[in-house]
């Protein structure tokens, strides 16, 4: 079946650690990934995406790191800031299908 | 850098009456999107829109909805006779190429009461 999972609803972090999300998915057919961002009231904003032909892509303070072994991704950021608060989804591409499979989003709190 | 925009940001309705989500995808994008969120729930997708057809639709996506390209320009979302249950975040999404990243505008608010 088609399903996006993560792992914990919420997490919160100190300013200035590191932030892991995680997130697993069901269909193994599916070669493309993308991690989104949303803050209160805003439209997902893109972050950073991989395709299954990489185990790891790394953008301005993020990493994304997949495990098509065990159909598990995940998102980290580096030295987290205020801003960094949000909830963040994965979001699966389903080929074929042309749509976005969401995960149930990941809370993160940075505390001062 | 260019963006979707949607508009209205918020809109109140009452049930059975008809609304008009609009959209303005990214200029160069070919592939069109609709999703929605209740509150507190993930994003679902409910329809793509390729060369001027629907691609793909969720089961969400029944008769009383449609879209409808009618320019160079808009993309909208028509729920014909809306339901308390389609009471949610409306986001608008569009891409280059199928297997691009999709960008997702603001949203629109809708409340069915």
């Known amino acids: 079946g088609e399903s996006v999972g993560l792992h914990l609803p919420t997490l919160s972090v100190q300013e200035g650690d590191n932030s892991i999300i995680n997130c697993a998915y069901s269909n193994s057919a599916s070669d493309y990934f993308i991690w989104y961002k949303q803050e209160s009231g805003k439209g997902p904003q893109f972050i950073i995406d991989i395709r299954s032909n990489m185990d790891k892509r790394q953008g301005q303070r993020v990493t994304v790191l997949l495990n098509k072994t065990v159909k598990h991704l995940s998102l980290q950021i580096a030295a987290t800031q205020p801003g960094d608060s949000a909830v963040y989804f994965c979001?699966?591409?389903?080929?074929?299908?042309?749509?976005?499979?969401f995960g149930q989003g990941t809370r993160l709190t940075i505390n001062p | 850098e260019p963006e979707v925009t949607q508009t209205p940001s918020h809109q109140v309705t009452q049930m059975g009456q008809e609304v008009i989500l609009r959209c303005v995808p990214i200029?160069?994008?070919?592939?069109f999107y609709w999703y929605r969120q209740i509150l507190g729930q993930k994003v679902e997708f409910l329809v793509s829109?390729?060369?001027?057809?629907?691609?793909?639709k969720s089961e969400i996506f029944d008769d009383q909805f449609s879209v409808e390209r009618p320019d160079g320009s808009n993309f909208t979302l028509k729920i014909r006779s809306t339901k308390l249950e389609d009471s949610a975040m409306y986001f608008c999404?569009?891409?280059?190429?199928?297997?691009?990243?999709?960008?997702f505008g603001p949203g629109t608010r809708l409340l069915v009461l």
């Open positions: 999404a569009s891409s280059w190429t199928e297997q691009e990243t999709q960008y």
């Open positions: 979001a699966e591409f389903i080929q074929g299908a042309q749509k976005l499979v």
């Open positions: 829109f390729y060369n001027n057809e629907i691609s793909e």
């Open positions: 200029s160069n994008h070919l592939y």
